[in-house]
């Protein structure tokens, strides 16, 4: 079957987006205005569930194993994580200092900061990213900060393939289901459960709207209301939460609340329009990075914590807007180097993994 290098577009243009989130959100916050960082959320995350759910089938053994090797991938990515925090750690004291390290550790801020800098391996620590209780890593605190869009993944996936698979003639039902629990959240905050729960409840009906929207295209007649109902939303949201709303977005991100979910629609409406129209007929860089987004989606956290240590002694010598830029391109430079490292890890992970299923095998 031919790949649809929309949906490769479409992820890398995602990954992009979410490279200038953590540009702005992160490193960012020492330099570029609260209105810019918000606008960077308008391409968020929800777009990579919709991808998913227009590129997920029916078939459980297909997406089980997709989800497998998911898993394993993320683990020979974290225990690299692992030892490269270990031994900067152990550098850093054997060469200089206790204080020197921890002084190397404010570049991230206050709320970062390590305080618990030991040369013994926290061996807890990684058997906890394996099951993906996300404890920081403290030479790349944004490595952990993004991952919590892997756990509702694989929660998401799991639950969305069996929806599909038993139940393809109640999918609508599934979505109304899921709306309703958003609502019921966000009506009732006190009965908003801690977790995934709410996480799982909006991007599941992102994912099975997506799905139903598979190999079809919306007619142009309708696209005009849906970008209506979109402004809507938007001119309620600000009627009823006021103005201030606006700098409170990301907070209503984690888990997705209804200020959040309407500031979504605009990009989820956008990735609608365009599926089955926009045709991308050659590869690109955008198709590159959609085709290893992944990858990229890793190396952006270990990238976006470094871009810090320019940060830091750049953001007072130029305007904001300019170094967002340059911080911005070095990003996604970082990302691209440092991707194509670690898939080459991986490579080397599976074959390591490989040979020691060969040789302990049961003859």
Known sequence: MKRDLYIDFAKGMATLSIIFIHTAFWSGQLYIPAEVRVFSLVFDVALFYALSGITSGSDIGKTFYRLLKLQITYMIFVTLLFFLDYFFKVFGLAFFSMEWLQNFYTTFGSKYAATDISAVPQWENLGNWYLHEYSNADTFPVVMGSFWYLKVYFILTVFG???????????????????????????????????????????MTAFLAAHKMKGKKIPEKIIPVLYG??????????????????????????????????????????????????KITKESFVTHIG???????????????????????????????????????????LAFIISGGLKKVDGWGWKALQFLRIKTAVK
């Open 161 to 203: 393939v069996l929806v599909l698979k038993f139940f393809p003639k109640h999918i609508n039902w599934f979505i109304g289901l899921c709306v309703a629990l958003t609502l019921i959240f966000n009506i009732f905050p006190e009965m908003y459960p801690t977790g995934q729960v709410g996480y799982v409840a909006f991007y």
């Open 291 to 333: 085709r290893n987004a992944i990858f990229f989606y890793f190396a952006q956290g270990i990238s976006s914590s470094l871009v810090y240590f320019l940060v830091t002694p750049l953001k007072d010598s130029m305007p904001w807007w300019i170094l967002m830029v340059l911080i911005y391109i070095i990003n996604i430079f």
């Open 229 to 278: 109902i979109v402004a809507l939303a938007l001119v309620w949201m600000f009627f009823f939460y006021g103005n201030g709303i606006f700098y409170k977005i990301n907070r209503n991100k984690f888990p997705p609340k209804i200020p959040y979910i309407i500031w979504a629609l605009f990009s989820l409406v956008t990735l609608f329009v365009f599926y089955n129209r926009l």
